[in-house]
């Protein structure tokens, strides 16, 4: 298996654009996460997903973010509009049953938002 | 508030040097441990995973501990080498929840020639 893999790896936009990034999941996992990292904040997650049912959103910023995952292969997280703030690593993980188990991670999306 | 906080936030040392990065964490009721070596440009990966009743973990020249009376943690390296140049971070799990991994914020170490 290629492991959890993420496009792009970086991504440069304006402010106010929308934005999204994709991640596939290792085949035969059945929870995925999506991570925001900073250099003040470290790994913050975002959202997660069971059996592609999202489970915990709390830590969605606000409404300008979404994400989805309309099968097990495929998850997208969505910023619209993107500002200045939202400049991050994202990270998409996904592991094979939830709780206390390796949560493999993607290589990242590096998102600057100018 | 279940917290993991690690020291110190960075640490340059010289390659074949040994060095020791601590990990504190508040989050209850306990599960795991997890260490993760996440190299500049790329995704976590793990090295160690410790449950409570292990106080002691080898990976090569990595040996994690454990104590879980006192709730602290430690990555030792041994032998360092250039490669080892990356950011560690501890991550605890919860035994219950959605939203059950904790990560602490990082320890940026610099093996240098």
């Known amino acids: 298996d290629a492991g959890v893999i993420q496009s792009p790896r970086h991504e440069v936009t304006e402010m106010g654009q929308e934005v999204t990034l994709r991640c596939k999941p290792i085949?035969?996992?059945?929870?995925l996460f999506w991570y925001r990292q900073t250099m003040m904040r470290g790994l913050e997650l975002l959202i997660y997903f069971n059996n592609n049912v999202p489970i915990d959103d709390s830590g969605m910023p606000e409404d300008r973010f979404s994400a989805k995952m309309p099968n097990a292969s495929f998850s997208t997280l969505k910023i619209q509009p993107s500002e200045p703030r939202d400049s991050a690593v994202y990270f998409c993980?996904?592991?094979?049953?939830?709780?206390?188990?390796?949560?493999?991670f993607g290589q990242g999306t590096r998102l600057t938002v100018v | 508030k279940n917290q993991v906080e690690q020291s110190p936030q960075s640490l340059i040392i010289l390659e074949g040097k040994n060095c020791t990065l601590q990990c504190n964490y508040t989050v209850s009721p306990f599960s795991n441990l997890r260490w993760y070596k996440q190299d500049t440009g790329r995704g976590p990966v793990s090295l160690t995973i410790m449950t409570f009743s292990e106080n002691t973990k080898s990976n090569g020249r990595y040996t994690a501990t454990l104590d879980a009376d006192t709730k602290q943690s430690s990555l030792h390296i041994t032998a360092s080498q250039l490669s080892d140049s990356a950011s560690y971070i501890c991550v605890v799990s919860l035994q219950t929840g959605a939203n059950n991994l904790f990560f602490g914020t990082g320890t940026r170490l610099t093996v240098i020639p």
């Open positions: 993980a996904s592991a094979a049953v939830r709780g206390g188990t390796e949560a493999f």
């Open positions: 085949s035969g996992h059945n929870s």
